[in-house]
């Protein structure tokens, strides 16, 4: 049976009847010993996951990253807020007085005196005409555009199917509505991930803002409320909008916004999202088993890495941090500019995941995903040259 057959890893299920089952996990939550949801307590306890982490039941684990309970910790991103601040340029025309100068024309005609005895505004037989200038005073349309600070509060409605997006006075300006989807229907990506145990997922029906708030993030940070208060997570829909597929894409990226674990190398795993291999070769911190294959052949590049003597000890202050990103940096001339894309964006994916942690866990992360970033590059290119080798000469 293949990985992604059988959902899990290999370890799992001689784990969940080693430990007991949901049995033994039912009486631990209720003894308040874990904080764990099932998957997470079994997954936590197979080899697999022990040979990425460390040995935590046994004390090889840095006390930081275990919890109240002696568990892995679950890490948590900023949480979704109930609320967001957004700044917006507002356009409105608004009726300005101007004082205007004119010259006006018109026909007089006087006696001997110089007294006025007729006078028209158009021209007749006998009248002179005389020009006057004068003042008045009008009012004129003017646009004008300023920046607009205000405050959006998100609510979920009592079904948690629909969530929507008020102004300060109440004024309703975004919403989002959710259906069920069963397994069996297409899916929108081929690698979704495992189906929950009823066989459905939530996904987006409809995500709406008006003209004037889009392009705020406001629909990023609703997607993140929606699935807060559902505690489910929400997948895009096949014919959903670009937001829902860049929320997929940023919430795969950063291990999931319901928590991830990271060992004592800085390597962040979902704590909900993944095979349960939990392979250090894997830099995605989802480890799904529908990325490339794990087996990897040592390159020229990989090989100088480990074995240059010359480089700072591994526990000298920031010594592997800054080896693996000086690697890092130069193997970036070598790259196209999509590939220097894509590395920009898992980057500042990593920093914002990291922000909050110890520093020395985020010194290891970013040392982990430097080395990770210049692995994963070296074997696209052996295995490009190894595809050349291989093609019959013509």
Do not use: C
Not at 92 to 107: A, G, L, S
Not at 268 to 282: E, M, Q, R, V, Y
Request: glycine share 6%.
């Amino acid at each position: 049976m293949t990985m992604t057959e059988q959902r899990e890893s290999p370890g799992y299920y001689e784990t969940e009847s080693r430990i007991g089952g949901r049995e033994a996990y039912e009486t631990a939550k209720a003894a308040r010993k874990t904080e764990l949801d099932y998957r997470q307590w079994v997954q936590v306890r197979t080899p697999e996951f022990k040979a990425w982490f460390g040995d935590w039941q046994n004390g090889a684990v840095s006390r930081n990253l275990l919890d109240g309970n002696g568990e892995p910790k679950v890490f948590y991103p900023a949480p979704a807020p109930d609320h967001i601040t957004v700044t917006r340029q507002v356009v409105r025309t608004e009726q300005q007085q101007r004082r205007i100068r004119e010259k006006q024309t018109r026909y007089v005609k006087y006696d001997a005196q110089g007294r006025v005895l007729a006078v028209s505004s158009v021209p007749k037989d006998g009248l002179d005409a005389e020009t006057h200038t004068r003042t008045r005073t009008v009012s004129v349309p003017v646009e004008k555009s300023e920046a607009v600070t205000e405050t959006l509060r998100f609510a979920a409605h009592e079904n948690l199917r629909t969530f929507t997006v008020h102004t300060a006075d109440n004024q309703t300006v975004g919403y989002l509505s959710l259906w069920r989807e069963r397994a069996g229907e297409p899916p929108f990506l081929s690698n979704r991930p495992v189906s929950k145990p009823d066989g459905s997922y939530l996904v987006p029906y409809k995500a709406e803002l008006a003209e004037g708030y889009r392009g705020l993030g406001i629909a990023a940070v609703l997607y993140r409320f929606a699935e807060r208060q559902t505690g489910e997570l929400i997948y895009p829909a096949r014919s959903q909008t670009d937001m829902a597929k860049r929320f997929w894409d940023k919430r795969r990226r950063e291990g999931g916004f319901s928590g991830y674990f990271v060992n004592g190398a800085g390597q962040i795993k979902s704590a909900t999202d993944n095979s349960g291999l939990f392979s250090p070769d894997n830099p995605y911190a989802d480890d799904s088993p529908y990325r490339p294959s794990e087996v990897r052949r040592p390159s020229f590049l990989e090989n100088t890495m480990t074995d240059n003597t010359s480089r700072p000890p591994e526990d000298s202050p920031h010594g592997g941090l800054k080896l693996a990103k000086h690697h890092y940096q130069m193997q970036g001339a070598t790259l196209t500019a999509a590939e220097k894309q894509q590395r920009a964006v898992l980057e500042h994916a990593l920093e914002k995941t990291i922000a909050g942690l110890p520093p020395d866990i985020q010194n290891q992360a970013r040392t982990h995903f430097y080395r990770s970033q210049v692995r994963a590059v070296a074997e696209r290119h052996a295995e490009v040259s190894q595809s050349a080798d291989a093609s019959p000469e013509r």
